[in-house]
């Protein structure tokens, strides 16, 4: 099988290309696509060195899959050129995640929406695949109301340029290189992404919209708060979710226990729970600081953490690919 990587070079593209190994995906030619300045350059990928394509170079080719991670821009522009060959795109930008003709997948939670006749998939925002994975059987059984989210994000979720600004900072007290406009290290800057008219980042709105379309229930009411922090091994989130239905602490643990893609991590007598530091290289959704919200009637607390390069992001996709291989669907 064809596999084409389109931002082969960058932080998440560098990923799916580690995922794809280590899950031995059926990759028979890899076509590692990047800017124009790397078009030439070798990387190697399970012993072999490849050459890095060009857009056009890479649609000639005809790949059976194109997994996109080169902003929105890249895949606007290029996304449909891909599926007009008959190359199916899963895309890692927010270009088409709420693009009512795109589906919106992550695939613990919502694989059964996916076609033959999808030709450009979206992988969601990865603060809200990580929240989505926990949420999916808890609102299956319980039915959810509403979710207020509060999130603790990675600053590799913004890219090389911003952890060269931590790792600077941290070892220089300064950096001469900026992904953001203050001071990481030691510090919460309560924005991700630009804001909008109604005072939320654009963040923020990702996971309230994102997650209204990925659980199929425009019901649900969602509010976020999006803060980056000087971490580097995953996002975390402190999500409270009111249910129709009671539940019993005990079997919710035991519901989540059960869930594959959950890794439950909830022993306090022991100080065990989630942390962006154990998260770090693995593909599970990490949960735990579960208890009940004393202050409201069929309400509950957790504690939720992931790799947002990887479940957050390239880990997602392949799985994506992995699930329309195995169902026949390419």
Same mark, same amino acid.
């Given at each position: 099988?064809?596999?084409?990587?389109?931002?082969?070079?960058?932080?998440?593209? @560098?990923?799916?290309?580690?995922?794809?190994?280590?899950?031995?995906?059926?990759?028979?030619?890899?076509? *590692?696509?990047?800017?124009?300045?790397?078009?030439?350059?070798?990387?190697?990928?399970?012993? $072999?060195?490849?050459?890095? !394509?060009?857009?056009?170079?890479?649609?000639?080719?005809?790949?059976?899959?194109?997994?996109?991670?080169?902003?929105?821009?890249?895949?606007?522009?290029?996304?449909?050129?891909?599926?007009?060959?008959?190359?199916?795109?899963?895309?890692?930008?927010?270009?088409?995640?709420?693009?009512?003709?795109?589906?919106?997948?992550? *695939?613990?939670?919502?694989?059964?929406?996916?076609?033959?006749?999808?030709?450009?998939?979206?992988?969601?925002?990865?603060?809200?695949?990580?929240?989505?994975?926990?949420?999916?059987?808890?609102?299956?059984?319980?039915?959810?109301?509403?979710?207020?989210?509060?999130?603790?994000?990675?600053? @590799?979720?913004?890219?090389?340029?911003?952890?060269?600004?931590?790792?600077?900072?941290?070892?220089?007290?300064?950096?001469?290189?900026?992904?953001?406009?203050?001071?990481?290290?030691?510090?919460?800057?309560?924005?991700?992404?630009?804001?909008?008219?109604?005072?939320?980042?654009?963040?923020?709105?990702?996971?309230?919209?994102?997650?209204? $379309?990925?659980?199929?229930?425009?019901?649900?009411?969602?509010?976020?708060?999006?803060?980056?922090?000087?971490?580097?091994?995953? !996002?975390?989130?402190?999500?409270?979710?009111?249910?129709?239905?009671?539940?019993?602490?005990?079997?919710?643990?035991?519901?989540?226990?059960?869930?594959?893609?959950?890794?439950?991590?909830?022993?306090?007598?022991?100080?065990?729970?989630?942390?962006?530091?154990?998260? !770090?290289?693995?593909?599970?959704?990490?949960?735990?600081?579960?208890?009940?919200?004393?202050?409201?009637? =069929?309400?509950?607390?957790?504690?939720?953490?992931?790799?947002?390069?990887?479940?957050?992001?390239?880990? =997602?996709?392949?799985?994506?690919?992995?699930?329309?291989? $195995?169902?026949?669907?390419?």
């Amino acid at each position: 099988m064809k596999i084409a990587v389109v931002g082969a070079t960058g932080l998440v593209g @560098t990923k799916i290309l580690e995922v794809l190994t280590e899950r031995n995906f059926n990759v028979t030619e890899l076509i *590692p696509v990047a800017s124009e300045k790397s078009v030439g350059k070798e990387l190697e990928f399970k012993g $072999k060195k490849y050459k890095v !394509h060009s857009m056009q170079q890479a649609i000639d080719a005809k790949p059976e899959i194109a997994l996109f991670s080169a902003g929105g821009g890249t895949s606007l522009e290029w996304a449909d050129k891909f599926a007009a060959v008959g190359t199916t795109v899963i895309d890692n930008s927010s270009a088409w995640r709420m693009d009512p003709t795109k589906k919106l997948v992550v *695939p613990e939670v919502n694989a059964n929406v996916l076609q033959k006749t999808d030709k450009i998939i979206a992988n969601p925002n990865c603060s809200t695949i990580q929240m989505v994975v926990v949420l999916k059987p808890l609102h299956e059984k319980y039915k959810i109301k509403r979710i207020v989210v509060s999130t603790y994000q990675s600053v @590799t979720g913004t890219g090389v340029k911003a952890v060269n600004q931590l790792m600077n900072e941290r070892k220089n007290g300064k950096s001469d290189e900026m992904a953001y406009k203050y001071q990481i290290d030691l510090n919460a800057i309560p924005q991700i992404d630009v804001f909008m008219d109604n005072g939320y980042t654009k963040e923020e709105m990702k996971m309230v919209n994102e997650t209204q $379309k990925i659980m199929g229930d425009d019901s649900i009411k969602v509010t976020a708060t999006t803060v980056r922090i000087p971490v580097m091994g995953g !996002h975390s989130e402190s999500v409270n979710i009111e249910f129709e239905k009671d539940f019993d602490v005990n079997e919710v643990i035991s519901l989540l226990k059960n869930t594959p893609g959950i890794i439950l991590q909830d022993d306090i007598k022991n100080q065990v729970y989630p942390m962006p530091m154990n998260a !770090h290289n693995k593909d599970e959704v990490f949960v735990g600081r579960i208890r009940r919200d004393e202050s409201q009637a =069929n309400t509950l607390n957790m504690w939720i953490v992931a790799d947002n390069l990887r479940k957050g992001a390239a880990t =997602n996709a392949v799985q994506i690919a992995e699930y329309l291989v $195995k169902s026949g669907l390419i």
